[in-house]
């Protein structure tokens, strides 16, 4: 994304968020300081949700294809293995639903923050939101193995060592 296309986004944002801060934010500034403690939980799910996201942008390599396409090539000792078209549809969908889950997490943390439950911010910040995408990560991989089943898979750990050998090619995306 250009810097001058960053810029308005932030500006639009900005302008957008003024009820907001005037009508919430300003009557609470003594609690701002917590309030910004509790807020980098957000902004990386945030920044998840906007690495994710980007990869599906027409003529981008969704992110779990290059991490499926990586595993394919791994496994079958083939470095420029391309994916099949009914991995490539399931990849791009399964990298929809890791951007809606990074959303989801951002706006629940957020709305935590804000709302002065501090237990509950804890508790979901701490506990529930990694119990999430544990709960997806295994459980895709579940349904990957049967739904998939003709393919070669790499287990969790592995796959996790094939991306790490892979270095950073697989943050650029294609």
Do not use: C
């Not at 119990?131 to 049967?146: D, I, P, Q, S």
């Not at 393919?151 to 592995?158: D, E, G, K, L, S």
């Amino acid at each position: 994304m250009p810097i001058k296309t960053f810029l308005k986004l932030i500006a639009t944002g900005l302008v957008l968020s003024y009820p907001l801060l005037a009508h919430w934010v300003l009557p609470r500034w003594h609690t701002l300081p917590a309030l910004m403690l509790m807020l980098p939980p957000s902004v990386l799910n945030a920044l998840l949700a906007w690495i994710f996201g980007r990869t599906l942008r027409a003529g981008r390599e969704p992110m779990i294809s290059t991490f499926a396409r990586i595993e394919q090539a791994s496994l079958s000792r083939q470095p420029n293995a391309a994916l099949p078209p009914d991995l490539l549809h399931y990849t791009r969908t399964l990298t929809k639903i890791w951007s809606g889950l990074f959303i989801a997490m951002a706006l629940i943390s957020t709305l935590l923050a804000g709302s002065g439950m501090v237990t509950w911010w804890a508790l979901f910040t701490g506990l529930i939101g990694y119990a999430l995408m544990a709960a997806l990560f295994l459980g895709e991989y579940m349904f990957r193995r049967v739904r998939f089943a003709h393919y070669p898979h790499a287990q969790p750990f592995q796959l996790i060592w094939f991306l790490i050998k892979s270095g950073p090619i697989w943050m650029h995306g294609r």
